[in-house]
């Protein structure tokens, strides 16, 4: 296998998360091919990123590269330190920097996987046509990952309104604190308000690495159909795209 390179920390629970799906990926894989000792599990470095600061660096719109220079540069470092210490692929375990994802990785030599494209493929083979999209206020603000979508004959929309979009940002925060017991209503309650003219059963992508850890039903699965929303969980989507790569030649 080769070498997993993670930027992590942003945030650490969803971190965690990526980490125990990979080792889990590797277990499973390896012992169905009936290999003898301990199930071997890739090598991996993990560059663990200060979330306060990477929130602090946060620019504007995100279409303006300079109030995000410091930002890029912050993600792009990690990738250079990861590359140096020698990993052949590298993720970083977070939707937000991939709304910055090309100026990101320039100058980056080791591939580094999106999660937007992992995603956008993922739903391909479902058959999905049209996505609710849940995230950070940048990941519902940006055009990037409809963009992305949009390559996959995908439609992507964030919800319309803002008291929604600021309910789940609210939601995301209570999450990474431990503090929040009736996330899967309040998500769902926005999701319903967002589709309720769309074909059955809508489909809500939990584009934030926070967002999954509302739904028990959701844990280390890719999507999953929960009170007649199919729920698609970006962490294991990409998680198995990155141990993919591993095995590649």
Not at 152 to 157: V, Y
Not at 215 to 223: G, N, S
Request: hydrophobic share 40%; proline share 6%.
């Amino acid at each position: 296998m080769k070498k997993l390179g993670i930027v992590g920390g942003v945030a650490w629970p969803s971190t965690i998360d990526y980490y125990r799906a990979i080792c889990l990926l590797s277990v499973e894989h390896h012992k169905q091919l009936g290999v003898s000792g301990p199930p071997p599990v890739p090598e991996m470095s993990i560059e663990s990123l200060n979330i306060n600061k990477s929130f602090g660096l946060r620019g504007g719109d995100i279409s303006d590269d300079q109030s995000w220079a410091a930002y890029d540069k912050y993600f792009r470092d990690a990738l250079l330190r990861l590359q140096n210490a020698g990993v052949d692929v590298a993720i970083i375990a977070s939707n937000t920097p991939h709304n910055r994802f090309d100026a990101i990785t320039m100058g980056v030599k080791v591939p580094v996987l999106s999660i937007f494209q992992a995603v956008a493929k993922h739903c391909e083979a479902l058959g999905v046509r049209q996505m609710l999209i849940l995230g950070t206020a940048p990941t519902m603000d940006s055009p990037k990952f409809p963009e992305v979508l949009r390559t996959f004959g995908i439609e992507g929309l964030a919800p319309t309104k803002q008291t929604d979009r600021s309910e789940i940002s609210k939601l995301i925060d209570e999450l990474y604190e431990d503090t929040n017991r009736d996330a899967p209503k309040r998500i769902a309650d926005v999701v319903n308000r967002n589709t309720a003219s769309w074909a059955r059963p809508p489909v809500a992508c939990l584009a934030c690495t926070e967002l999954p850890l509302a739904f028990k039903e959701i844990e280390r699965k890719t999507d999953t159909l929960i009170d007649g929303v199919l729920y698609v969980n970006t962490t294991m989507v990409h998680a198995k795209e990155a141990f993919q790569a591993l095995l590649a030649p």
